[in-house]
């Protein structure tokens, strides 16, 4: 069955969609055990839900080349969300997933270097505008509230930003080479692994309450893989990068049901420019995979 790209873009929206959802849980968690307990906790239960997918759906274990790109891109993801949760428990959460959007910009040229893709013209704008949107967002907080620790939080979600374009880049690679129970599996496997390293003088047991947020975020961050996973199977990483930029209409909800937190005139605005370079770099036709992802 021929998969559209716009059908591809959708599922990618839906994956977005449960990942702020998640994103929600873990803001909570990071705030009453640290991102560090929130995100080890919830790679465990993560991995005990998804051994059995792996055992019933997957395809058996991969060959080392296709094993080497499932751990680096992993490394890569389980950075970036410990970083992105440590700053998202300092700083609103609105604005916390604001500064996530300049991964998708560095994406777009990573996925030109090391994928072989073409960036088009209508992309390249598609995602100005959409950044465009982020800035002026981001005036709207020029008064720098929330102090150092604020701003220390910020830093450390641009930082996780670069780690998440280079998963991001590698998703597409992967997600050529296996299902999205496969990467489901070796996304929790290494984040088990990465985190498990300080667990022996860093780790604390949650009571119960917070075990059942924690398998709640397990789950939410299990959905949202395997959609991304099948959207980056079906369509160029250019062209769903820009779906990042949707996470910020979530956030903005959930932020404010469950943070309590305003929201600005600023924030409305910079959100339909968001969204409005999201639909555009949807648009158009796809271009064929490069031959270096058929020959990886």
């Not at 700083?91 to 916390?96: D, K, L, S």
């Not at 709207?140 to 604020?150: F, H, K, L, Q, Y």
Request: hydrophobic share 60%; proline share 4%.
């Amino acid at each position: 069955m021929t998969v559209t790209p716009s059908a591809a873009y959708a599922v990618a929206m839906i994956g977005i969609a449960t990942f702020s959802c998640m994103d929600a849980f873990m803001k909570g968690l990071s705030i009453e055990i640290g991102a560090y307990n929130a995100m080890l906790w919830r790679s465990i239960i993560g991995l005990a839900m998804s051994i059995p997918m792996f055992a019933i759906w997957g395809k058996g274990w991969p060959g080392r080349s296709t094993a080497i790109i499932h751990l680096k891109r992993s490394v890569a993801a389980g950075i970036s969300v410990l970083l992105f949760f440590w700053g998202l428990a300092r700083v609103p959460m609105a604005e916390g997933v604001t500064l996530t959007f300049l991964s998708p910009i560095i994406a777009l040229f990573l996925a030109a270097l090391m994928l072989g893709e073409q960036i088009r013209r209508r992309t390249i704008g598609a995602s100005l505008l959409a950044f465009a949107g982020v800035g002026v967002i981001l005036s709207g907080r020029a008064g720098g509230e929330g102090g150092p620790d604020a701003l220390h939080g910020a830093f450390a979600i641009i930082v996780a930003g670069m780690f998440y374009a280079y998963n991001l880049v590698l998703l597409r690679r992967s997600a050529l080479l296996a299902g999205p129970v496969e990467i489901t599996f070796f996304t929790n496997l290494v984040f088990v692994g990465l985190y498990g390293i300080a667990a022996p003088v860093a780790a604390t047991v949650p009571d119960a309450g917070q075990v059942l947020r924690l398998s709640a975020a397990a789950g939410l961050a299990i959905i949202s893989s395997l959609a991304l996973a099948w959207a980056y199977a079906h369509a160029e990483a250019q062209r769903l990068v820009t779906v990042e930029y949707t996470a910020f209409v979530w956030a903005t909800i959930l932020s404010a049901i469950v943070f309590g937190e305003r929201l600005l005139p600023l924030t409305v605005a910079g959100a339909v420019l968001i969204i409005a370079g999201s639909i555009i770099a949807a648009r158009g036709r796809a271009a064929p995979a490069p031959a270096t992802e058929a020959a990886a």
